[in-house]
């Protein structure tokens, strides 16, 4: 079946450490997305890419980095540089960049301070 | 600026009771609006969209919503509330920029009891 593949699902950090969360599409969707979501804020807009080699910052990209090497991922480093990275990650793609097609969303990574 | 409002933290409804989940929204020039459901630790499932046309818009599991262009609102509604409906719902508005992600509100929680 076609979809979003998130991975892990849980994830935890030490203090000075990167980490960083896969996501995969194989619906061969152009645009991947990611989100961060706390609770009562909705979902707040991390990076985006329109196409490989390319990604915009969205929001709150400052203490994150992203890389689109391939059209099918879209990889997101928490560096250490972000001081509250607890919360649940979404990953999502869209089939174009145009604003009639919705997005699908991955199953999430929930990421954890040691 | 682009924004989303959900009014409401949490609607409550007994069971074969109609719902309405509440959103409105600002844009610039015609908006492309969406309806998700989140369910818990799991990632945002498309539900139904309003791209133009008919403003009763209709989508999976019985909902609808009607898009409402002079109150700038897009109500999600469904005529008999199971509680299997209740989830997290948000309501998201695409902007009239090619490449723009979507512009999430902060969700609505919706608890139906039976």
């Known amino acids: 079946d076609g979809g979003i593949t998130q991975s892990p699902k849980y994830l935890f950090r030490k203090e000075g450490q990167n980490v960083t969360l896969s996501c995969e599409q194989n619906?061969?969707?152009?645009?991947m997305y990611w989100y961060r979501q706390d609770p009562g804020q909705g979902l707040r807009l991390i990076y985006y890419s329109q196409i490989v080699n390319d990604f915009q910052k969205g929001d709150i990209a400052e203490g994150y980095s992203v890389s689109r090497e391939k059209k099918e991922s879209f990889p997101l480093t928490v560096t250490s540089a972000q001081k509250n990275p607890t919360a649940f990650y979404l990953c999502?793609?869209?089939?174009?960049?145009?604003?009639?097609?919705?997005?699908?969303f991955g199953d999430g990574t929930r990421l954890s301070i040691l | 600026a682009q924004s989303v409002a959900q009014p409401e933290d949490q609607v409550n409804v007994a069971e074969g009771n109609p719902l309405t989940v509440k959103c409105t929204y600002s844009?610039?020039?015609?908006?492309?609006l969406f309806w998700y459901v989140q369910y818990p630790n799991r990632g945002l499932q498309f539900l139904l969209k309003y791209i133009t046309g008919d403003n009763l818009v209709k989508g999976s599991y019985g909902f609808e919503a009607e898009f409402n262009k002079s109150q700038t609102s897009f109500h999600l509604k469904k005529p008999s509330a199971l509680v299997s409906d209740s989830a997290l719902y948000f309501c998201?508005?695409?902007?009239?920029?090619?490449?723009?992600?979507?512009?999430f509100g902060k969700g609505t929680t919706l608890s139906v009891s039976s």
């Open positions: 619906l061969n969707h152009d645009a």
């Open positions: 998201a508005v695409r902007g009239n920029q090619a490449g723009t992600a979507l512009i």
């Open positions: 999502a793609s869209s089939i174009d960049r145009y604003r009639s097609q919705p997005q699908h």
């Open positions: 844009v610039s020039g015609n908006p492309y």
